[in-house]
C-alpha cells in the first residue's frame, strides 16, 4: 500500500499564495504519474494538474498561469504552488498517483492522500 500526505493548507485572503506539499512513498516507481484534486463540499472532484516521472505537466484550465506543480524525488515530495488564489479556489486539495508509463489523460489514480483544507477569503 503506497502512502501520500499532504501538508500546508490553511486560510489565506484573495490574491496570496500557499504551497502545498505531498509526502509519497510513490517516488520510489521508476514511471509514476502524480497529480493534484481539489473538491469544494458539494461539488465534483475536480483534476488540477498531473506531473509525469519524466518531468512532464500538464494543467486544467482553471489554474493554468496561477498554479505550478512541482516534485523532489530525492525527497519523496511532490509540490503545488498557488499564486493568486480567489474565493473560488476554496476546496479540500488532494495528491494522487498511479504507476503508469505516461499521464496523458487518465484521472484514474489509484493512491489518494486524505487532503489538505485551502480556505481563500475575499
Known amino acids: 500500500q503506497e502512502t501520500l500526505a499532504e501538508s500546508g493548507g490553511g486560510s489565506v485572503q484573495s490574491g496570496g499564495s500557499l504551497r502545498l506539499s505531498c509526502v509519497s512513498s510513490m517516488f520510489k516507481y521508476s514511471r509514476y504519474c502524480m497529480a493534484w484534486y481539489r473538491q469544494a463540499p458539494g461539488q465534483k472532484r475536480e483534476w488540477l494538474t498531473s506531473i509525469h516521472s519524466t518531468g512532464t505537466t500538464t494543467y486544467a484550465d482553471s489554474v493554468k498561469g496561477r498554479f505550478t506543480t512541482s516534485q523532489d524525488a530525492g525527497k519523496g515530495t511532490l509540490y503545488l504552488q498557488m499564486d493568486r488564489l480567489e474565493p473560488e479556489d476554496t476546496a479540500m486539495y488532494y495528491c494522487?498517483?498511479?504507476?503508469?508509463?505516461?499521464?496523458?489523460?487518465?484521472?484514474?489514480?489509484?493512491?489518494w492522500g486524505r487532503g489538505t483544507q485551502v480556505t481563500v477569503s475575499s
Open positions: 494522487a498517483g498511479g504507476i503508469w508509463d505516461a499521464c496523458g489523460s487518465r484521472r484514474d489514480h489509484g493512491y
